[in-house]
């Protein structure tokens, strides 16, 4: 196939092509960052919780009194623990999707500012939340029944603590972290163990790096740790134990308010708290698909204005020896060089692009590989584009060369 | 001849439906999802109190100490007032109405028996309050100064919450109660809910939270009710506590009226000199010209309420559009260059060439209409979805006319402009040599 006559052709039609290429550039542009936007939100929605979601619900009241905690916890206890299926109940602060209870800046020297690890979630637990979390200990100890000791402001003053890997590595990195000390303040933590993943309430507030700084505080259930309650219950179980749970507070403990939007399964809190991703996700593949078509509908636009132009230089061609193929391959080749043009264009286009989007938004750099798998994409396109009206003009007989229109 | 032109148009977009049918398409998707995002972006950034927002100011002070660094966690202290700044603010009395102001959430119990207790939002605040803001009652009216000074326990509802407690509006007299007081109702407000609420601390959801009750902050204050906002402590409180007196705890929001340029000037003087006062005293160890005032809508800009997620959204939506109209200026070519024969045949009978390019602007006007209206259903139903999504902004995404009219202005002017080129192209054809070729 020759280059030549067809770039001839295309010098003819200069303001026309540079529209294509120019629609090819943008398409290819939008779609490596917007491409790389859906796999970065997705990255983020399938964050490691660390427990076992689909076997855990989480209960929340309020409306008391804290002189009332230790009643209410005695009563929500015994009484939710009765509900056939349930396999645990135990007092807890937080859990990963839920409300933020437990957030404070840590450091390695007592009572100061400086030196500082970072804001960190404190997950306070009472006995056998650990257990019915389903955490993994990677190293150290687990938590013995006098590790359990009261909250006195929203800690224990002196406690011995798991914390999560992620964590470990950022405060001591390249060390042991068992038997290390931190502070909150003038509260001392010291690590007893590390557990594998445990992310914090709402992991995306705090950068992609703090997801998981997170520590496990055993404590005694009273004061402050009082009024949420992690249930256990088999998975294909869990909708219908939470459900009478829930039933079961007004009868419980008549005086407290349930709180129904804190009251859920894990795996709905988890849901919840992906939920504008996800829109997002599906908003951005929504762009991406619409605009693929648009990008279609102007190349076939224009190769069929083409191909009715050149009937007459089609059928002198066909005339004097060229088969439909020749034709065929003239039309599809000349798609491709346009193509081409418009991805060398819109591959400058797609950095700047993701230049200005790691300005404005914490974005990371846009991988090389999506620039292949992107330009292969709009090749794809445009063949498939041309194709139709490309047959047309392959069907055009060799007989219009001999009349007038 | 324009009637004429708008015929002439009609006959050649009838001629081609289908890609009549593709252009108004592109063109209506790439308005509809523009229109959308601008909206909510419109919505956002609206002025809450239109009459008002000029004259109202927010006066910030920075008592934190120089050493305190508020790390990542993104909340600056400083936003907020301590309660013995906020007194001396208000005592000061420098604007026309001042008010010091925090959030809080309360269980309600309805006199109605028979009905479930219900969390209520509301405000601690002071008698200036509903002057400063313009709040419009219903019946009765706000509490005195003295009421504030004596720690009085009155309470003014929402109309909203007083049918809900009572089952009727008028309730001034009666008692109301909230967490563990009783309140005497003095005055019930009608509906009045700004968006954003800009009054409130930065921490809460401003789009979705309406006020239901009002009560005195020194009644918050004595009976150390919960506050809803950040309550955010520094420094060595071994004296004070965390307790809401504290002088290192900052937690309150001040408004100020201003009503002239030389007010505010004397305000702003009015605050670097009290900080300076308050540094050589010790308390303050930053410069005192740290002290700012910003307006409403300054400090609205400051606290960058639009998610990044909308901005994003925002930009897809306008590249969209830009992809959109290259297609729609690629088909557009097209379609007129098409045409060069009856195009020739007008140019030979006379028509000038402006008068072929007016006539194929009115074409490409007529594709932007039809593309404004659909794209004008295609933006209803976008912020249809918009306000089934989570986020508190959600129920405010309403389009009004202004936004109506730019829908159709953005559409026509987008087609137009998509238009020109072509139609450029298209009138400079040679008559002569089309003619010939035919």
Same mark, same amino acid.
């Given at each position: 196939?020759?280059?030549?006559?067809?770039?001839?052709?295309?010098?003819?039609?200069?303001?026309?092509?540079?529209?294509?290429?120019?629609?090819?550039?943008?398409?290819?542009?939008?779609?490596?960052?917007?491409?790389?936007?859906?796999?970065?939100?997705?990255?983020?929605?399938?964050?490691?919780?660390?427990?076992?979601?689909?076997?855990?619900?989480?209960?929340?009241?309020?409306?008391?009194?804290?002189?009332?905690?230790?009643?209410?916890?005695?009563?929500?206890?015994?009484?939710?623990?009765?509900?056939?299926?349930?396999?645990?109940?135990?007092?807890?602060?937080?859990?990963?999707?839920?409300?933020?209870?437990?957030?404070?800046?840590?450091?390695?020297?007592?009572?100061?500012?400086?030196?500082?690890?970072?804001?960190?979630?404190?997950?306070?637990?009472?006995?056998?939340?650990?257990?019915?979390?389903?955490?993994?200990?990677?190293?150290?100890?687990?938590?013995?029944?006098?590790?359990?000791?009261?909250?006195?402001?929203?800690?224990?003053?002196?406690?011995?603590?798991?914390?999560?890997?992620?964590?470990?590595?950022?405060?001591?990195?390249?060390?042991?972290?068992?038997?290390?000390?931190?502070?909150?303040?003038?509260?001392?933590?010291?690590?007893?163990?590390?557990?594998?993943?445990?992310?914090?309430?709402?992991?995306?507030?705090?950068?992609?790096?703090?997801?998981?700084?997170?520590?496990?505080?055993?404590?005694?259930?009273?004061?402050?740790?009082?009024?949420?309650?992690?249930?256990?219950?088999?998975?294909?179980?869990?909708?219908?134990?939470?459900?009478?749970?829930?039933?079961?507070?007004?009868?419980?403990?008549?005086?407290?308010?349930?709180?129904?939007?804190?009251?859920?399964?894990?795996?709905?809190?988890?849901?919840?708290?992906?939920?504008?991703?996800?829109?997002?996700?599906?908003?951005?593949?929504?762009?991406?698909?619409?605009?693929?078509?648009?990008?279609?509908?102007?190349?076939?636009?224009?190769?069929?204005?083409?191909?009715?132009?050149?009937?007459?230089?089609?059928?002198?061609?066909?005339?004097?020896?060229?088969?439909?193929?020749?034709?065929?391959?003239?039309?599809?080749?000349?798609?491709?060089?346009?193509?081409?043009?418009?991805?060398?264009?819109?591959?400058?286009?797609?950095?700047?692009?993701?230049?200005?989007?790691?300005?404005?938004?914490?974005?990371?750099?846009?991988?090389?590989?999506?620039?292949?798998?992107?330009?292969?994409?709009?090749?794809?396109?445009?063949?498939?584009?041309?194709?139709?009206?490309?047959?047309?003009?392959?069907?055009?007989?060799?007989?219009?060369?001999?009349?007038?229109? | 001849?324009?009637?004429?032109?708008?015929?002439?148009?009609?006959?050649?977009?009838?001629?081609?439906?289908?890609?009549?049918?593709?252009?108004?398409?592109?063109?209506?998707?790439?308005?509809?999802?523009?229109?959308?995002?601008?909206?909510?972006?419109?919505?956002?950034?609206?002025?809450?109190?239109?009459?008002?927002?000029?004259?109202?100011?927010?006066?910030?002070?920075?008592?934190?100490?120089?050493?305190?660094?508020?790390?990542?966690?993104?909340?600056?202290?400083?936003?907020?007032?301590?309660?013995?700044?906020?007194?001396?603010?208000?005592?000061?009395?420098?604007?026309?109405?001042?008010?010091?102001?925090?959030?809080?959430?309360?269980?309600?119990?309805?006199?109605?028996?028979?009905?479930?207790?219900?969390?209520?939002?509301?405000?601690?605040?002071?008698?200036?309050?509903?002057?400063?803001?313009?709040?419009?009652?219903?019946?009765?009216?706000?509490?005195?100064?003295?009421?504030?000074?004596?720690?009085?326990?009155?309470?003014?509802?929402?109309?909203?919450?007083?049918?809900?407690?009572?089952?009727?509006?008028?309730?001034?007299?009666?008692?109301?109660?909230?967490?563990?007081?009783?309140?005497?109702?003095?005055?019930?407000?009608?509906?009045?809910?700004?968006?954003?609420?800009?009054?409130?601390?930065?921490?809460?959801?401003?789009?979705?939270?309406?006020?239901?009750?009002?009560?005195?902050?020194?009644?918050?204050?004595?009976?150390?009710?919960?506050?809803?906002?950040?309550?955010?402590?520094?420094?060595?409180?071994?004296?004070?506590?965390?307790?809401?007196?504290?002088?290192?705890?900052?937690?309150?929001?001040?408004?100020?009226?201003?009503?002239?340029?030389?007010?505010?000037?004397?305000?702003?003087?009015?605050?670097?000199?009290?900080?300076?006062?308050?540094?050589?005293?010790?308390?303050?160890?930053?410069?005192?010209?740290?002290?700012?005032?910003?307006?409403?809508?300054?400090?609205?800009?400051?606290?960058?309420?639009?998610?990044?997620?909308?901005?994003?959204?925002?930009?897809?939506?306008?590249?969209?559009?830009?992809?959109?109209?290259?297609?729609?200026?690629?088909?557009?070519?097209?379609?007129?260059?098409?045409?060069?024969?009856?195009?020739?045949?007008?140019?030979?009978?006379?028509?000038?060439?402006?008068?072929?390019?007016?006539?194929?602007?009115?074409?490409?006007?007529?594709?932007?209409?039809?593309?404004?209206?659909?794209?004008?259903?295609?933006?209803?139903?976008?912020?249809?979805? &918009?306000?089934?999504?989570?986020?508190?902004?959600?129920?405010?995404?309403?389009?009004?006319?202004?936004?109506?009219?730019?829908?159709?202005?953005?559409?026509?002017?987008?087609? &137009?402009?998509?238009?020109?080129?072509?139609?450029?192209?298209?009138?400079?054809?040679?008559?002569?040599?089309?003619?010939?070729?035919?």
């Amino acid at each position: 196939m020759q280059i030549r006559p067809i770039l001839a052709a295309l010098r003819r039609h200069r303001l026309a092509t540079l529209l294509i290429a120019m629609e090819v550039a943008l398409a290819c542009a939008v779609l490596c960052n917007a491409c790389f936007l859906v796999v970065q939100r997705w990255k983020l929605i399938q964050i490691h919780s660390g427990v076992d979601e689909s076997a855990l619900a989480v209960l929340t009241v309020n409306g008391f009194d804290p002189s009332q905690a230790a009643d209410v916890n005695a009563r929500m206890l015994t009484g939710l623990r009765s509900i056939p299926g349930m396999q645990s109940v135990t007092v807890i602060n937080q859990v990963p999707f839920g409300p933020q209870a437990g957030a404070a800046g840590v450091s390695h020297d007592p009572g100061s500012f400086k030196n500082t690890i970072g804001v960190v979630d404190f997950v306070l637990g009472g006995p056998g939340t650990y257990e019915a979390l389903g955490l993994k200990l990677v190293e150290g100890r687990l938590p013995q029944a006098d590790d359990y000791r009261p909250a006195t402001n929203f800690a224990p003053p002196d406690a011995q603590v798991l914390v999560s890997r992620a964590l470990a590595d950022h405060a001591w990195p390249g060390e042991s972290p068992l038997g290390k000390d931190f502070w909150c303040d003038k509260l001392h933590f010291r690590v007893m163990g590390v557990v594998d993943h445990l992310a914090r309430a709402h992991p995306h507030d705090w950068g992609t790096q703090a997801t998981e700084w997170t520590v496990f505080t055993p404590t005694l259930p009273g004061g402050s740790l009082a009024g949420t309650y992690l249930l256990r219950a088999n998975p294909h179980d869990l909708p219908r134990v939470l459900h009478e749970a829930r039933d079961a507070v007004a009868k419980i403990a008549p005086h407290v308010v349930l709180d129904q939007e804190n009251s859920q399964t894990i795996g709905d809190l988890r849901a919840d708290y992906f939920k504008s991703d996800r829109i997002m996700i599906d908003l951005l593949i929504g762009v991406i698909v619409t605009m693929l078509g648009v990008t279609a509908l102007g190349i076939v636009g224009l190769a069929s204005f083409w191909v009715q132009q050149r009937r007459r230089q089609i059928g002198i061609r066909r005339a004097i020896g060229a088969t439909r193929t020749d034709i065929l391959r003239y039309f599809q080749t000349e798609n491709f060089l346009i193509v081409t043009g418009g991805i060398v264009l819109g591959m400058a286009l797609a950095y700047a692009l993701n230049l200005l989007l790691m300005q404005h938004y914490e974005l990371p750099r846009l991988p090389v590989y999506y620039l292949p798998i992107g330009a292969l994409v709009l090749w794809g396109l445009g063949q498939l584009a041309v194709l139709g009206p490309a047959l047309r003009a392959a069907a055009v007989p060799p007989v219009v060369a001999t009349r007038s229109v | 001849m324009f009637a004429y032109y708008m015929d002439l148009a009609l006959r050649s977009l009838k001629r081609n439906p289908v890609l009549t049918a593709l252009m108004v398409l592109a063109i209506g998707l790439g308005i509809g999802a523009s229109m959308t995002m601008i909206t909510v972006l419109h919505v956002m950034t609206n002025d809450p109190l239109p009459e008002r927002s000029t004259h109202l100011y927010t006066p910030h002070l920075d008592p934190l100490p120089l050493d305190y660094s508020h790390g990542g966690s993104g909340i600056d202290p400083s936003d907020n007032l301590t309660w013995p700044d906020a007194m001396s603010l208000l005592r000061a009395h420098r604007g026309v109405h001042q008010a010091a102001m925090a959030g809080g959430t309360l269980l309600a119990l309805p006199v109605q028996s028979g009905l479930q207790a219900l969390y209520a939002a509301g405000r601690y605040t002071t008698a200036d309050f509903f002057a400063l803001f313009g709040v419009p009652f219903e019946y009765g009216a706000g509490w005195s100064a003295a009421d504030d000074t004596a720690g009085a326990r009155v309470v003014v509802l929402s109309d909203e919450l007083a049918r809900k407690l009572f089952g009727r509006a008028d309730v001034v007299g009666r008692t109301a109660r909230l967490g563990e007081l009783d309140y005497r109702v003095v005055g019930v407000v009608t509906r009045w809910d700004p968006a954003p609420q800009f009054y409130a601390d930065s921490t809460g959801s401003q789009f979705s939270d309406i006020d239901t009750f009002f009560l005195p902050l020194s009644v918050a204050v004595n009976e150390d009710l919960p506050v809803s906002g950040n309550e955010s402590g520094w420094g060595d409180d071994e004296k004070t506590g965390s307790s809401k007196r504290g002088a290192a705890m900052s937690w309150l929001q001040f408004w100020v009226q201003l009503d002239t340029p030389a007010q505010v000037a004397d305000y702003r003087q009015y605050l670097i000199n009290y900080s300076a006062q308050q540094k050589a005293l010790g308390r303050f160890q930053r410069p005192p010209t740290n002290a700012t005032l910003f307006g409403l809508m300054d400090w609205l800009a400051h606290q960058n309420l639009v998610p990044n997620d909308v901005h994003l959204q925002l930009w897809l939506a306008l590249g969209f559009l830009f992809v959109c109209m290259v297609n729609i200026v690629a088909l557009l070519l097209a379609k007129f260059l098409r045409r060069s024969g009856e195009i020739s045949v007008r140019r030979a009978l006379g028509a000038r060439r402006r008068d072929i390019f007016v006539q194929l602007g009115v074409e490409s006007a007529l594709i932007g209409v039809a593309g404004g209206t659909l794209g004008l259903a295609i933006a209803q139903l976008g912020l249809w979805s &918009v306000r089934h999504r989570p986020g508190d902004y959600a129920r405010i995404a309403q389009m009004d006319p202004s936004m109506l009219a730019g829908t159709f202005v953005l559409a026509v002017l987008a087609s &137009v402009l998509a238009g020109l080129l072509p139609a450029w192209r298209a009138c400079r054809v040679a008559p002569a040599l089309q003619l010939k070729a035919s």
